[in-house]
């Protein structure tokens, strides 16, 4: 498991689709697929925080004085 924490998000989402996909081929033994899908729910959770921690660092931007302030977005149309 430490070793999927240090994984990149692409790289660990690139797994995870390889996961899906040789679940979805159905020709995979019980005992394996039991595996592939525990692996695949362990990829989800790294995919999941390293998604949550891009979320609170774009929430925040630094203003010029060092401050953080929070990030809104407004429409074009105000």
Not at 23 to 36: A, Q, R, Y
Not at 39 to 47: I, N
Not at 51 to 60: F, S, V
Request: hydrophobic share 35%.
């Amino acid at each position: 498991m430490a070793e999927q924490k240090n994984i990149t998000f692409e790289a660990a989402m690139e797994q995870l689709e390889q996961i899906v996909e040789r679940l979805e081929e159905g020709d995979v033994p019980l005992e394996k697929s039991i595996d592939l899908f525990q692996q695949g729910m362990a990829l989800s959770k790294v995919c999941h925080s390293k998604l949550q921690n891009i979320e609170k660092k774009m929430d925040t931007i630094m203003k010029d004085n060092g401050e953080s302030e929070p990030f809104l977005v407004k429409d074009d149309e105000q």
